[in-house]
């Protein structure tokens, strides 16, 4: 594989200008990260960061919704135009980003510059020549993203511009009670001579209103630092570091100058030549390469390739994901819809297609965000529903959920659980209630809010307390679910031990001992009052809570037995996970849809009637526990049938066109492809990939100006400054399901491979990616035949394969040795760490 030649068909190449930021060229390093775009002058970006909050869980400033903000640190422009032509013009620009190399090249007239986020310390480098007959002084211009001082009732941020030597510092500030979160950018060049001007009274030189004791009356004016640089041809250096602290006794200005005055020592080449090296590497670990006719194939392929670098840029070295909604490349502030938190029903669409990479390193931001919120949320289950494990909210904070008074905890536990009418709330708990944020899904009731006479007031959803997401569980085992692949792949027990058992037996333990589990007269634990979606409000057995139930409880029993923990739960896990109430079908009388007579049953969103009255199928089972895939045909038949079912039901209602499924949110070409419908999956895949749907489901279309997707293949689905990649992850899932599953039959069974189980007719393929047990799976398709196999044991065990070319002997080679001859449908080897084989068909 030439991976430079394989990985640059993805990259992103323009002639013109972008007309809107949300196009430029997206660079990160994981854990910082920026989109860069042009305006006819200068080339633009905003610094954002992962760590950087202007609030957490503990916020009583922020009750209306989307006024939450964080991530951004700073506004940079290197502007190359004083008095003189502009350099970025349509006809002659050329905008490039490298994804091998990970690197951005603009030119324009007479101007070049060449950007990258280097991967070793937080610090974007940039080469820039001036090849213009008459140069003109260049600007670097340091900008703040709000005035420099502003109160939000109890909370305030507070940005300060610094001159320390020749480096350029923007300082931000925000502090709530016990609340502080810190950032800085510093800024410097090399080889070539500059001035640092700022127009306040001193000229930046000394502070001008330090004397004043309070903040806001008599704040300083300038919100705008510039590093004005010698006229010269010829070529310089522009550093940017930036760090972040949530310490107050830290020095997060230091940091950042240190890591400039590193940076600029190396210089600029050194750190390219060490950057180069990194990406490079990066790429080796697993491709996937598609050719066809009619060039749908090829299309698929760059936008996966694309996604592989989107992550890599966004979560990696990080103690907390990128937001779901504008990750690290918001180009308009640190105000976006949805505010910051994170929604899991979003969030894990970025993540479920990293294991299949083999980059496990994307994961950990990720799981260190939830594990880090571990204690809050154990405490959220107890104070909030009289239960035990932990309580991870649909919707929450970075850090977590807020321990409540007391007297707020048992009042809201007794509401939630339908203990006491909604209409007998308390004064205090309305107004406890009040200063919470809407989003939140513990406040996630509160219906929209409307100010009168300078009040803000709400109206609740019409469901007492029932919000959108306010009684939806089926997250927590999802997290967890996470953290089970994690093990699956890697077969780390001390991570097993560690980070992922507490995880996992945390969410089956919340499930199985909230207040509203019954066992019924039919012998049966049911669950009632959850939502499912966002719907189903108030529902009985809802399909989300039950696809998690069944998914999470046999693997807290595999995983109790692999580590020998918990013995004495096991006969107790047992009888339930055995008792647990089927998945809600439409053959149940209470079926919120009922099947016709002689129809096949398929699954529904719940039993009984919901608040929503909600009447529909659901395909939740084949999502993300993977309770129904082309393996349940050999494990659980019959759920293997009605996933047919419920799939034929669908596409039905769709006549025939699985595009109209396939939203930027929408898993459907993860389903189609893992129950082996290759036309349906490619229907959906291109159609997710083109957006067209877009005018009837993104979120705030008309306020973000009616755009489907940028040059740069992001959308806005979910608002304004709200970036998404949401259905490149759909997309790099449903292609590696498509291409090579290995999940188990059920939850908790051994875990079988099966080769090129949905491929498009007409599709050429070739990958190499990882499965669960770390076997790396290496295979090539051309016009319909598998022209080569192999699989390589990185951590030996046995090997179970789904034979791809059906009955046919199968002969396994290592090296030029023939090994065996093996028969049947399922394929098993024996294999050791380090081991590589060979498959033929036997001809």
């Not at 007309?19 to 989109?35: A, D, Q, T, V």
């Not at 320390?164 to 510093?186: N, P, T």
């Not at 004064?427 to 200063?435: I, L, M, P, S």
């Amino acid at each position: 594989m030439n991976y430079r030649e394989h990985v640059s068909r993805g990259d992103l190449h323009y002639e013109h200008t972008v007309k809107r930021s949300e196009g430029g060229l997206p660079i990160g390093n994981g854990r910082m990260g920026s989109l860069l775009w042009t305006s006819p002058s200068a080339v633009k970006m905003q610094l954002n960061r992962v760590d950087v909050y202007a609030n957490d869980r503990s916020t009583n400033s922020f009750n209306q919704r989307h006024s939450d903000y964080g991530y951004a640190c700073a506004f940079v422009d290197i502007d190359f135009v004083d008095y003189g032509e502009d350099v970025f013009q349509d006809g002659t620009v050329r905008q490039h980003l490298s994804l091998f190399d990970a690197t951005a090249v603009i030119s324009g007239n007479g101007i070049g510059l060449e950007a990258f986020a280097y991967d070793h310390s937080d610090v974007f480098a940039f080469k820039v020549e001036d090849r213009r007959e008459s140069p003109q002084g260049i600007n670097i211009k340091l900008k703040m993203l709000r005035p420099s001082e502003v109160a939000t009732k109890n909370h305030t941020a507070v940005s300060k511009l610094i001159v320390h030597k020749d480096v350029m510092i923007l300082k931000q500030e925000f502090r709530e009670g016990g609340y502080y979160c810190s950032s800085a950018v510093a800024v410097g060049i090399s080889n070539r001579d500059g001035i640092i001007r700022m127009n306040d009274e001193l000229g930046g030189k000394a502070p001008v209103t330090d004397f004043r004791v309070n903040k806001v009356l008599g704040q300083p004016n300038e919100t705008e630092m510039r590093l004005c640089m010698k006229p010269e041809t010829g070529n310089f250096e522009i550093f940017l570091a930036s760090s972040a602290t949530f310490d107050e006794n830290e020095d997060v200005v230091a940091s950042a100058v240190n890591q400039l005055e590193t940076a600029r020592k190396a210089g600029y080449e050194r750190l390219l030549q060490e950057h180069k090296v990194w990406w490079n590497e990066f790429w080796q670990k697993s491709y996937i390469r598609l050719s066809s006719d009619d060039g749908s194939a090829e299309f698929v392929e760059k936008h996966y390739t694309y996604y592989v670098y989107l992550m890599a840029s966004n979560s990696r070295g990080g103690k907390y994901a990128p937001n779901f909604g504008g990750m690290l490349l918001s180009p308009r502030g640190d105000l976006r819809h949805w505010g910051t938190m994170q929604w899991w029903s979003n969030l894990r669409l970025y993540y479920n297609a990293v294991l299949a990479t083999g980059h496990y390193e994307l994961m950990q931001p990720y799981f260190d965000m939830y594990s880090g919120m571990y204690d809050s949320c154990a405490k959220a289950a107890e104070q909030q529903w009289g239960s035990k494990g932990i309580y991870i909210p649909e919707t929450v904070w970075f850090n977590g959920v807020e321990e409540l008074p007391e007297d707020i905890a048992s009042e809201l536990r007794e509401l939630y659980l339908l203990l006491k009418p909604w209409e007998e709330r308390s004064e205090r708990f309305k107004q406890y209630a009040h200063n919470k944020h809407p989003h939140e899904s513990r406040w996630n009731w509160k219906g929209h809010e409307a100010w009168d006479q300078g009040n803000l007031v709400y109206s609740d959803k019409g469901w007492g307390p029932f919000g959108s997401t306010s009684h939806m569980f089926w997250n927590i085992a999802g997290i967890a679910y996470h953290y089970w692949n994690y093990y699956e792949f890697t077969k780390d027990r001390t991570w097993l031990k560690e980070r992922a058992y507490p995880m996992i037996k945390g969410a089956a333990e919340f499930l199985r001992n909230y207040p509203h589990m019954r066992l019924e007269d039919d012998g049966k634990y049911h669950m009632y009052n959850t939502i499912s979606g966002e719907k189903y409000i108030g529902g009985k057995d809802t399909i989300q809570v039950m696809s998690a139930l069944h998914g999470i409880m046999p693997v807290l029993l595999k995983a109790a037995n692999i580590l020998g923990e918990d013995q004495d739960m096991h006969p107790v896990w047992e009888e339930f996970y055995h008792n647990l109430a089927p998945l809600p079908r439409s053959d149940h009388p209470e079926a919120v849809f009922r099947s016709k007579e002689n129809q096949e049953p398929v699954w529904v969103g719940a039993i009984g009637q919901v608040l929503d009255d909600r009447r529909d199928i659901a395909t939740d089972p084949m999502r993300d526990f993977i309770l129904c895939s082309l393996e349940t045909a050999s494990v659980n038949p019959d759920w293997f049938k009605t996933g047919l079912a419920t799939l034929a039901n669908q596409q039905d209602r769709l006549e025939g066109d699985w595009g109209r499924a396939a939203t930027e949110m929408s898993s459907v070409a993860t389903m189609l492809a893992g129950m082996g419908m290759a036309d349906g999956f490619k229907q959906a895949v291109l159609a997710q990939l083109e957006c067209v749907n877009a005018d009837r489901e993104y979120c705030y279309y008309a306020d973000t100006g009616k755009i489907k997707y940028y040059d740069n293949r992001l959308t806005v689905r979910e608002g304004v400054n709200a970036i998404s990649a949401q259905r490149l992850g759909n997309m790099a899932n449903g292609l590696q399901v498509a291409l090579c599953q290995s999940q188990p039959g059920a939850p908790g069974r051994e875990p079988v491979i099966h080769v090129f189980p949905a491929i498009p007719d007409g599709w050429d393929a070739a990958f190499s990616l990882w499965c669960h047990g770390g076997f790396k799976v290496t295979s090539e398709i051309r016009c319909g035949v598998i022209i080569s196999l192999s699989i390589e044991s990185t951590l030996g065990g046995i090997c179970r394969l789904r034979n791809p070319w059906e009955e046919q002997q199968v002969s396994v080679k290592q090296g030029d040795r023939a090994l065996k001859f093996l028969n049947g449908s399922l394929i098993e080897i024996e294999t050791s760490a380090g081991e590589s084989f060979n498959l033929f068909v036997t001809r």
